[in-house]
């Protein structure tokens, strides 16, 4: 079964800093894909980023990245040049099997980013 | 990205009564559509897997009775909450996957809706 852990309950960022949100994974599928959403108050999932067990580059998109390092088992969130909208829950997730054999997604704890001024 | 639209997003029901809660996906067709429950401060929890044209697949613990879903259309899956209790009270939000299956299989989720039941 996969299980996702991230073991920041809550962080903190300046505004304009970087910060790292961690993920750690376990699986036994040779091929796999990781995820990041983000969460804000009003409770929508938004899809921030996607990572495959095969890509060779870790991914990017815009100010998001993703620090894949397969030996580790982590794929953790970077968020560059942070904003005060970038305030929010954040969920690492990962490709699992329902009970009836189709895809879910299996999500960790989450982290609460908060962005200082 | 692609959107999915979920509605209403804040309903307040009298026990006993039922909900019906919508998800559509509004740019892409989704064969397949998940409906999480998630408790204040918690993680996501899936409670079914929607495919459209049959039976919805319920994970373990999750009462089918009580939860009716039906996947009408590519574009459509309703979840119903019957005979709602307090207990139901909760965050909704469903999610929709793209059809064909892409590489990344991204599931695109709705606004989510909050039930208050009294």
């Known amino acids: 079964a996969q299980k996702i852990t991230q073991t920041q309950p809550g962080m903190f960022v300046q505004e304009k800093e970087a910060v790292t949100l961690d993920c750690t994974y376990d699986?036994?599928?040779?091929?796999?894909?990781l995820f990041w959403y983000k969460q804000p108050s009003s409770g929508e999932m938004i899809f921030l980023i996607y990572?495959?067990?095969?890509?060779?580059q870790n991914a990017t998109e815009g100010r998001y990245s993703l620090n894949f390092q397969k030996a580790r088992k982590s794929a953790n969130l970077v968020i560059s040049a942070s904003q005060l909208g970038d305030s929010a829950m954040y969920f690492c997730?990962?490709?699992?099997?329902?009970?009836?054999?189709?895809?879910?997604?299996?999500f960790g704890k989450g982290t609460k980013l908060t962005v200082n001024p | 990205g692609a959107v999915v639209s979920q509605h209403p997003s804040w309903v307040i029901c009298k026990s006993g009564t039922s909900v019906k809660i919508e998800c559509r996906s509004l740019?892409?067709?989704?064969?397949?559509m998940f409906w999480y429950r998630q408790f204040p401060k918690q993680s996501l929890m899936l409670m079914a897997t929607?495919?459209?044209?049959?039976?919805?697949?319920?994970e373990q613990g999750v009462e089918k009775d009580k939860f009716l879903i039906n996947h009408a259309s590519l574009t459509l899956s309703t979840l119903t909450v019957t005979s709602a209790h307090p207990e139901d009270s909760s965050f909704y939000i469903c999610?929709?996957?793209?059809?064909?299956?892409?590489?990344?299989?991204?599931?695109?989720f709705g606004a989510g809706t909050r039930l208050s039941v009294l």
């Open positions: 999610s929709a996957r793209e059809t064909p299956l892409a590489t990344k299989n991204i599931q695109y």
């Open positions: 699986t036994s599928d040779q091929s796999y894909g």
């Open positions: 990572q495959g067990s095969y890509d060779e």
């Open positions: 997730a990962m490709r699992g099997l329902t009970q009836g054999g189709s895809e879910k997604l299996v």
């Open positions: 740019d892409f067709q989704a064969t397949t």
């Open positions: 929607s495919n459209e044209g049959s039976k919805a697949t319920y």
